[in-house]
């Protein structure tokens, strides 16, 4: 009974995950997990485990389906093997949650840790988890961006840390004596995510009020819709030039294009300047300040970067960044030699990773002051430290710009939930992020974690049916620059993960050392 019970829990936060999720659903995710300890206390530590393990089993199994149809589409694995492969996956995230179990043998039962230490526990499991995909299995709760407000102080764990914290209340609801007992502890939890909900009402008004006068922004971003891996260079570059020039005729500011794939041609580096060749020109019908992603190369490079460039409004090169945290075999090798791999499997790329943040300042059309962009590639939005570099750098940033390519996962979920994992972002550091992606969603979410535009997801798909470019324009609101006014999360809230970490490291070895002592005392 109590495995079965587990397994509740992780779909109960799969079902919450956008999009289309159900947000209130994450907040019973954890009651059953709760509980099933409570009922496994007695049990030793393999039961625990598999027991906790089930409980996340669901959250890849459910949430996650689109693994399998990625691994089945673009890698042209054979049905089975593709869902072996989510089946993997969805296994070793659930390690966590089995090892959350273990540690869970070590709750007090009685005082303040009684409630802290399950919420401690998992945040000291899951910070150091090696994921390929940093991720939240709270990832729903961006659709309710009040309950995300709690990351400007600690990060997305001190959002996570409530909704454990409401499943332990429930779960201690279910098992206790008596019925005064019973709606007590309900009432703690139901009081949870009402206070959480009304605290960041009040603070997301507060950020508007204060935001009333803040300098706006227009951006243009273009959105082509280009099937993966088409040859057809004008095509890209006709859906590139017409949308930016409409965003343009629209007031855009600043154009923001995809990442490197969505315009066609290399760039040696160092690239300085627009392109001579009308065919291949950035700025062909537009004159705004433009940020794109292309592959960059030295002149005698083996290898590529994955570069994003801020061009002027008159065609100079005012910044430029290599991606730094490349996606293992999808543009790197890591381990084995590339070449190998390359002639073995020619689908694999390898490029080379840059080596730190960017800070681009560019000059909005019409205007005459500058702002100051902090670029993101691809996945990098979703990784916590990598984006705190970007912020931190000197003289601070007051936007992030996201460059990307999603169309390897089709319309799917992936899209939406690669989104949503990057509102946390604005949240922990108080500024915008806009997003150009390729087939969708074109996005703007705003300094509250709120998404205030965005298009839809398309599905490109070489010989299927011609889809049109789009373009979003959207004002954007430059609420503060990063140095000046840095967050709580900013200055140290970052640390909170880390403190978890030490507390159950702490308790594990103290744990392990009383066993020891134990043994030796047993022996003859």
């Avoid at 089945?72 to 179990?101: I, K, N």
């Avoid at 009081?191 to 959480?196: A, D, G, K, Q, W």
């Avoid at 050392?513 to 047993?522: E, V």
Wanted: hydrophobic share 50%; aromatic share 10%; charged share 15%.
């Amino acid at each position: 009974m109590p495995l079965c019970v587990a397994g509740l829990g992780g779909v109960a936060l799969a079902i919450g995950a956008p999009p289309n999720g159900l947000p209130l659903a994450i907040w019973l995710g954890f009651a059953p997990l709760c509980w099933s300890m409570h009922a496994l206390r007695e049990r030793r530590w393999p039961r625990r485990f598999l027991a906790g393990w089930l409980g996340g089993l669901g959250i890849g199994l459910v949430g996650f389906p689109w693994i399998g149809e990625m691994l089945e589409r673009f890698a042209g694995l054979p049905a089975p093997v593709a869902w072996l492969g989510l089946a993997l996956f969805s296994a070793w995230t659930a390690l966590p949650f089995g090892l959350w179990a273990v540690a869970m043998r070590a709750a007090p039962t009685r005082g303040a840790m009684a409630w802290l230490w399950p919420a401690i526990a998992w945040i000291g499991v899951s910070t150091p988890w090696p994921a390929l995909f940093p991720y939240t299995p709270m990832i729903g709760i961006a659709d309710v961006p009040a309950w995300m407000q709690a990351a400007e102080l600690g990060g997305v764990p001190l959002v996570e840390a409530q909704i454990v914290l409401c499943g332990v209340a429930l779960a201690r609801a279910m098992v206790a004596s008596n019925l005064r007992a019973r709606v007590g502890l309900a009432a703690i939890a139901l009081s949870i995510p009402i206070v959480s909900y009304g605290l960041g009402q009040w603070r997301i008004a507060t950020l508007d009020a204060a935001a009333a006068g803040a300098r706006v922004v227009r951006f243009g971003i273009v959105q082509p819709n280009t099937a993966l891996m088409a040859a057809d260079p004008p095509d890209k570059m006709a859906r590139l030039w017409v949308m930016s020039r409409r965003a343009q005729d629209d007031g855009a500011q600043v154009i923001v294009w995809p990442e490197a794939g969505a315009f066609p041609f290399r760039t040696t580096r160092p690239f300085r300047h627009d392109f001579d060749e009308s065919y291949r020109r950035v700025q062909r019908l537009h004159d705004a300040p433009t940020i794109f992603g292309a592959a960059s190369i030295e002149p005698d490079g083996r290898y590529e970067y994955n570069t994003v460039y801020a061009m002027a409004g008159d065609g100079t090169i005012a910044g430029a960044f290599d991606k730094v945290i490349l996606v293992p075999f999808g543009e790197y090798v890591p381990v084995l030699d590339p070449d190998w791999v390359l002639g073995l499997v020619p689908a694999v790329s390898h490029n080379n990773a840059g080596d730190d943040p960017a800070r681009f300042e560019l000059v909005p059309r019409g205007d005459d002051v500058p702002i100051h962009l902090g670029p993101v590639v691809c996945y990098e939005d979703i990784f916590v430290e990598f984006a705190r570099e970007v912020a931190a750098q000197p003289g601070g940033i007051e936007v992030f710009v996201n460059v990307t390519i999603d169309t390897w996962f089709g319309d799917t979920a992936e899209p939406w939930e690669h989104l949503a994992l990057a509102q946390f972002r604005s949240v922990e550091h108080r500024i915008p992020m806009v997003r150009s992606v390729a087939a969708g969603p074109a996005s703007v979410v705003d300094h509250a974690g709120r998404l205030v535009a965005a298009l839809p997801v398309r599905d490109p798909r070489r010989g299927g049916p011609v889809i049109e470019p789009e373009f979003l324009v959207a004002d954007v609101a430059l609420v503060r620059d990063t140095a000046s006014a840095p967050t709580v999360f900013a200055r140290g809230g970052w640390l909170l993960r880390w403190f978890a970490v030490g507390g159950l490291a702490f308790v594990a070895g103290a744990a392990a050392l009383a066993g020891l002592r134990r043994r030796r005392g047993a022996a003859p």
